[in-house]
Structures are given as C-alpha cells and as structure tokens.
C-alpha cells in the first residue's frame, strides 16, 4: 500500500495536533513543527 503526499500531510498535521493537546513545552515545538511539514506536503499533494 503507497501512502500518498496528500494522506501523509493529514496523518502529520492530525499527530501534530494530538501532541498539541496534551502539551508539555518540547510538545508544542514538536507540534508546530509536525503541523508546519504536514500541511507544506498537503499543499505539495494538491
């Protein structure tokens, strides 16, 4: 099964945001930076 740009983009954006929610300060950085990289590939698959 090939996961394509588009479905990896959400699947980081939706980790991204899960970690936002249960924050600690290393969360948060990790968590824009998941969301950031996540919807660039989004943005690349449409």
């Not at 090939?2 to 300060?25: H, N």
């Not at 969301?35 to 698959?45: N, T």
């Amino acid at each position: 099964m090939e996961i394509s740009g588009l479905m990896m983009g959400i699947i980081t954006v939706a980790f991204g945001v899960i970690i936002m929610i249960f924050p600690k300060i290393i969360n948060y950085l990790i968590g824009i930076y998941l969301i950031i990289v996540g919807a660039f590939a989004i943005f690349q698959g449409m």
